[in-house]
């Protein structure tokens, strides 16, 4: 055959093999065991730009970057040395125009006619660099982004759910080491909990091919609960399937969502009580109204009478039901002074007993040195009762009352947490901290959440109005404070009065309608003319026959448009009795800066369903808290017009 003796003639051309290394893309370079090149094949002039004889007899080093000189020189000795037969290596080298390109070489021992060296089949690297640089910047940029996350990120593979990788904010919120962790699964480490947790995790990926918006709970080192939202894809890397999981960890941002919803919700349920209270003010004014009057005229009829002293009784009930429900929508009207809670505590103390059961143990506890309180206290006592009877219901048969009194600071920044369970904001300042704990039958998740609700009760039918907490929980937010709740099914509760600091501790005078009321109606001494302005139909007739009945003179309006009718043919007003929200756009003040205009010497009193010092914006004028008596109105009007002026004089 032909080919072989052709081959042989190929092979033993010599120009041919000049020819061949000549064109070669490599460059071949021979250096003698001095490191002086004796041979430089002319691709060099393509590659590197260098003229092949120049570069004859001169160091291999005055070419190569300082910085890889060492490495090539070792490199040489390994092959001369006998060490080594091949070896090779990455370094750089310098191009005619000053640059360096990086080269990869590979080296043999050479020796021939009494030369010994090494033969380096170089080639130019360079691009392939740059990209493996570039690509080794990107990797050092994920391997640092991966591990700085705020996410908890993991990488592991599939079947066994070994770990391979895991960051920082994994370790740091699992309380888990890295070392400890990796080789390990997420199930042996207790992350998952129960099997069923990962067991559903799992089937959710095997269905979907990846997760989104996946919700589970997962555990800590110590055991503690985290919600995690995981994100799940699978990976291929170097040809294994490997599952990279991300977690966001909601649990504080759920939390203050849940407490955000709780807020709106229950401030949405105060504006509805308490418009319902104001309406049902008005409503039960009328009945107690109509009901007084109406023991007068059937005095002497014993029948008609016991009537007519159950509808005050009733109407009583319901005056005393819209004030709760008026406490729970924090507008009922508070007269706050600074208050010992020690000394009101040790007052009550035999009240207290006497609503929970003979068995049951009252403790009061208190820190040296406590802060006065500013707050009303006959609504603190009331607050106080209601939670005594609460405790008694949940410990029938007895147990430990325990109150516990202490300063408390809260710091801007800081979350001031009292108990587990928060209801309300509670602003930085000083504070008085009221823990009273019992030891009854706790409550579960799904009653705390609705504890503060107005009309919730676990009591049976017709055994509690479920306003009792609701009441403490308006009071407390109305004065500044809050009240927190902790409690477990079967473990007991403590509810927290956090109210704010006194900055005085002489005790102020409060100054109303006095709580002995006189038995009947005070009549007037002299002529006087009172001016009623009362959208309520009703409830101003009911104002106006009693008025006249003691002995004024009375004009009525129901609102604006009919006060400035009355006003232009009025000549004498001595007093205008105003309710505070009307109908129409102007308010009880707005309507007594008109009359005062016009008659310079009218006493004013205002009367509202509401917190007077969330409507007056600062007017200080005496006010009747609907529903009221008549024999209160009669007892104000009169101090107004004649005892006050007798007190002055």
Known sequence: MPLPLLSKGLAEDSDLSALLLEHMVDVITIIDDTGLIVYQSKSIVRLLGHRAEAMLGREVTNYVHVEDVALVATAIDQLLSGALETNEAEFRFLHSNGEYRQMHGIARVWARNGVRGVIVNSRDVTGAYEDRKELAKQNELLEKTFMVSKNLLTISLPGSGVLLRVNDAWCETLGHQREDALGQTALSLGVWGASQNRERFLGEFERQGRLQNFESTCYTKDGAERLMVID?????????????????????SRRIEEELRQSQKMDAIGQLTGGVAHDFNNLIGVTMGNAELLLDMVADRPRALQHAQQIVTAAERGAKLTHQLLAFSRRQKLVPEPVDLTQLLADAHSMLQTSVSENTVIDIRSEPDLWFCQVDPNHLEAAILNLALNAHDAMPDGGLLQFELSNHTAVEGKLSVISSAVAGELAPGEYVALAITDTGSGMDAQTRARAFEPFFTTKGYGLGTGLGLSMVFGFVEQSGGMLSLQSEAGAGTTLTLVLPRATARESCVSVGVSDALPPKRLVAEAPKTVLVVEDNDSLRAVLVRALVEMGYRVLDASGNNALQQLLANSAEIDLLLSDVILKEQKRGPEIA?????????????????????????????????????LVELSEVVHNILWTDKKQSG
Do not use: H, N, R
Request: glycine share 4%; with cysteine; aromatic share 8%.
């Open 593 to 629: 800066a008109e009359v005062l205009e016009l008659f310079p010497d009218v006493a004013v009193l205002f009367m509202t369903g509401f917190s007077p010092d969330e409507l007056l914006l600062g007017a200080e004028y005496p006010v009747l808290t609907k529903p009221f008596t």
């Open 232 to 252: 799940a894809q699978l990976l291929q890397v170097a040809d294994q399937p490997q599952i990279l999981m991300s977690c966001t960890d909601v649990t504080e």
